[in-house]
Structures are given as structure tokens and as C-alpha cells.
């Protein structure tokens, strides 16, 4: 999922990867930072099931990717 923050002096994409629970930001097209998210991923996961509610693959993850439904 890209979030994506544009004014005046450019513009700022924040990447997130729900298959490995990492971030990468970048501004004006270029790469700045990265990080793991796993300990937000919850947070990350409801935000994007709210953002999308019809889109199927955004509903089908998981809060807890390590999840074994026990």
C-alpha cells in the first residue's frame, strides 16, 4: 500500500509491504529510509482494511501475520 503526501515543496510515499512488514519511505522519487513494522502491523492492517473496505486482499489480511488460528 502507498500513502502518498504532496504540497507545494514535493512529495513524500510512505510504502508499506504486508508480506514482509516493512516500510520504505521515499521523497520526490527518491529512497530515504526503510524500517520493520512488525510490531505495528495490527495498526497498519485495520487502518488499510478501513481505507479500502472493497477491495478483497486488503480485507483478507491478517493482524498477526504469524497467525496459526490457535
Known sequence: ??????NKSGRVDILLCFECDVLLV???GHFISGEDFDCSRAVFVRAAKEAFPND???QQLDEDRFNDGT
Open 1 to 6: 500500500m502507498r500513502l502518498s503526501f504532496v
Open 56 to 58: 478483497d486482499l486488503m
Open 26 to 28: 521515499g521523497r520526490d
